[in-house]
């Protein structure tokens, strides 16, 4: 049996659920979610037509400390290109395209999530 997820463990996977109805509604097919390595994990590996996108979802009830994309801080950035090349490399996309996205949510509450979606916000060495 597994344990009840905590309350933040909740409200990330909430986040999650919201950034792929988001990323569906634009025509991305969702490939995976969650996917862990030893160096680090993706949020989500999407397909935009012939390139496959790797999101980081980051969400923040509130702003007060700035923004959630402001958040992906150049060690983050680092693991995820790590973690990107592993996925790739072991489902063969090595000579595909690939990008690097972050979904933020801000808010929550009665009017729901304030979505913003950062496109190529990062490169493969993590820039």
């Known amino acids: 049996m597994r344990p009840e997820p905590n309350g933040a463990a909740l409200r990330g996977r909430d986040g999650e659920d919201a950034a792929c109805a988001y990323l569906t509604e634009l025509g991305l097919t969702v ?3 969650n996917f862990r390595c030893r160096g680090g994990e993706i949020d989500i590996v999407a397909l935009d037509r012939d390139t496959t ?13 700035g923004a959630s994309v402001e958040t992906v801080t150049g060690a983050k950035r680092r693991r995820i290109v790590q973690a990107a090349r592993l996925y790739a490399a072991t489902r063969g996309l090595s000579e595909t395209p690939i990008r690097f996205d972050v979904v933020s949510l801000d808010g929550r509450g009665a009017r729901g999530w304030s979505v913003r979606h950062d496109r190529d916000a990062f490169d493969a060495t993590g820039r």
């Open 31 to 33: 490939l995976e979610r």
């Open 53 to 65: 996108v790797f999101v980081e979802v980051r969400q923040r009830s509130s702003d007060s400390h």
